[in-house]
């Protein structure tokens, strides 16, 4: 039994499918993801915008990094048991921020590196440009060979005015917004109480998801960044049919869409399979269950998707939280063994180390970039503090006979 009423309009489609055109359409989407993935090609565009000092730097503290193969057999640790722990890291906040945690990681000569970084950045048109998340995706992807680098869309972002007139006349649309600065624009954001309210900037009223597609589309393009955060039913479902046919653009599903429960998770199944590419596979890399969950049902979930017959999804969890995003004293670890336990594969995720730090807040997610640079160094080392977290917690993992996984950079 198909659906009783499809997720998108005719008139949706067409809007995302002139979109898409108008960045030549999804095989020159891919082709220029492609090439700009390449480090050689962008390491000659960070060198031409200033950033090429910063990446031999990063280069130089990449080669004093630890190595899992050490750990493991100064342990005589003994891989034996099925369930897998993926690492993953948020809050790499731009270049120097980056930078400063591959310093600290290069000092201690233990800590491991994740190999999945998110950065809950927005994409202004002058981090996009400059060459700064460029930059920050080379240290990352192409320095430490982190398997994943998830950037975020906030769509309340302040675009260029000439930015909205051309989505405007692509799409057809018409978007509420207004003037930041002189030549700028922005959506209205009329749920929002405070300036972390909706989480900074994710409302998709109306049809704001076209703000969020051709965020993510100019920020693939231009850098090479191809994993998105997904924070919303509506942009989930336009992302699965406009990345169709671009087989390196996926998604990952925030925790905040409330995926608390495996009823949740079907609804998301069912936009998957709807919208599936003509391999079988889907956009969506990633599911972040919500922090609510029990590991029991965070083992069912991960059965029911193997069910679901839907290829090469994966499931995270929040280890520990920033302490102004939940609870203070929370603590998913002992619930992490228990899935592990079960033979079920992990990703664990830190948005903190679990101790309050200055900067270890969802604030921190939102300064000015002037802010952000002059913070620079204390956000690097709460970085880094996460950092040793996830490694500490995955070497546990790896003593109680699981693998887990780590970036590149750290293996032999």
């Not at 979109?19 to 020159?28: I, M, P």
């Not at 950037?151 to 930041?180: H, I, Q």
């Not at 890399?285 to 965070?298: A, D, R, T, V, W």
């Amino acid at each position: 039994m198909g659906l009783h009423y499809p997720f998108l309009s005719k008139k949706d489609m067409e809007q995302m499918d002139a979109l898409k055109e108008s960045y030549g359409g999804a095989s020159e989407i891919m082709n220029s993801i492609k090439e700009m993935r390449d480090y050689k090609k962008r390491k000659e565009v960070a060198g031409e915008k200033g950033f090429g000092e910063m990446l031999e730097q990063a280069e130089a503290h990449a080669k004093s990094f630890t190595k899992v193969e050490d750990f493991i057999e100064k342990e005589n640790i003994e891989i034996m048991k099925a369930g897998v722990a993926t690492t993953q890291v948020s809050g790499w906040q731009g270049a120097p921020v980056t930078l400063r945690g591959m310093k600290r990681i290069a000092e201690d000569g233990e800590t491991l590196v994740p190999t999945e970084f998110i950065s809950v950045m927005a994409l202004t048109e002058d981090y996009v440009l400059n060459g700064e998340l460029l930059t920050t995706l080379a240290m990352a992807e192409n320095i430490m060979s982190a398997s994943m680098f998830c950037n975020t869309n906030l769509v309340g972002t302040p675009l260029s005015n000439e930015t909205y007139s051309r989505l405007e006349k692509v799409t057809g649309e018409k978007f509420d917004t207004w003037e930041p600065a002189s030549g700028m624009r922005a959506l209205i954001l009329k749920n929002m109480g405070t300036p972390y309210g909706n989480l900074g900037g994710v409302e998709v009223a109306n049809n704001n998801h076209l703000v969020y597609l051709d965020g993510i589309t100019r920020a693939a393009v231009r850098t090479g960044g191809n994993v998105f955060l997904n924070p919303s039913w509506s942009t989930i479902v336009a992302a699965c049919y406009y990345a169709r046919d671009i087989k390196n653009l996926s998604f990952k599903v925030s925790m905040l869409l409330s995926t608390q429960n495996a009823i949740q998770l079907r609804m998301l199944m069912n936009i998957m399979k709807e919208y599936l590419r003509d391999d079988g596979t889907t956009a969506i890399y990633e599911i972040n269950l919500g922090n609510g969950q029990s590991p029991e049902m965070f083992v069912q979930c991960s059965r029911e998707l193997a069910e679901s017959g839907i290829p090469g999804v994966s499931l995270a969890a929040h280890l520990r939280i920033n302490p102004d995003l939940g609870r203070e004293d929370f603590d998913w670890t002992e619930n992490a063994h228990k899935v592990l336990d079960s033979g079920t594969n992990i990703t664990i995720k830190y948005e903190s180390d679990g101790t309050s730090r200055p900067m270890d807040t969802m604030e921190a997610y939102f300064l000015k970039k002037e802010e952000r640079l002059d913070h620079s160094e204390r956000i690097g080392d709460v970085i880094y503090y996460k950092t040793v977290r996830c490694s500490n917690d995955a070497k546990d993992i790896m003593r109680r006979g699981h693998k887990a996984t780590f970036a590149r950079i750290s293996y032999r």
